[in-house]
């Protein structure tokens, strides 16, 4: 096992990629290639960050990849925003999905500052 699978922050990056990967197969065709597809990677890349941060042995290293990841969660976020305005998911999938990434920036912040 390695050890980005043990970490809870890993487990609800990817609870989430899920989520935001299913919203995000909602939108118009149209915005598949722009918005949908912007929304997949910036949330694929905070467990893919995550998981390279525990295989550097730097810590300096470390708390890179692990900002790198709250960046992603960034992202996605302003991302949702879109979503919602653009009335591609509905005021409650928004909320769940910003408390989870919330969540996760919150865990991610523990382990940059240790």
Not at 18 to 26: L, R, T
Not at 62 to 69: D, E, I, R
Request: hydrophobic share 35%.
């Amino acid at each position: 096992m390695f050890k980005f699978e043990k970490l809870n922050v890993w487990q609800k990056s990817l609870e989430a990629f899920e989520k935001v990967a299913s919203v995000s197969d909602k939108i118009p065709i149209r915005y598949q290639s722009s918005i949908g597809d912007q929304i997949r990677r910036s949330c694929l890349s905070i467990s893919a960050n995550i998981s390279e941060a525990t295989g550097r042995s730097n810590i300096k290293e470390q708390k890179y990849h692990y900002s790198v990841a709250k960046g992603s969660i960034y992202e996605t976020a302003s991302l949702l925003y879109i979503m919602k305005n653009r009335k591609y998911l509905d005021k409650d999938t928004f909320e769940g999905l910003y408390a989870e990434l919330d969540e996760i920036a919150m865990m991610l912040h523990g382990l940059i500052e240790k």
